[in-house]
């Protein structure tokens, strides 16, 4: 009984293998172009990438401005204005 059942089970397990090979085979045949295709993801930029990157850039500058800008304010409030300040004087 056991000489039957391991005969019928050597072609199923020798299928599995070839299928194995096989997948093996394809996998290395699309290696390259896999990788290609992969450095060509990495090197590009997608519009939502770029808005992204932008919009981080307009923060930053926003940012800066604001800390400038409070600085000044704080500089012709202590009456010490750099020549390049334009202080508001208020007529009271």
């Known amino acids: ?41 990495m090197a590009t930029t997608s519009q939502s990438e770029a808005d992204e990157k932008r919009g981080r850039e307009i923060r930053k500058a926003e940012e800066k401005a604001g800390r400038e800008a409070r600085a000044r304010a704080e500089r012709c409030r202590k009456g010490k204005p750099l020549p390049t300040d334009i202080c508001e004087t208020s007529a009271n």
């Not at 199923?12 to 450095?39: E, H, N, R």
Request: with cysteine.
């Open 1 to 41: 009984m056991r000489v039957l059942l391991s005969l019928l089970l050597i072609p199923t397990l020798s299928g599995c293998v070839v299928a194995s090979v096989a997948d093996a085979a394809v996998d290395i045949v699309t290696l390259p172009v896999d990788v290609a295709a992969k450095g060509v993801d």
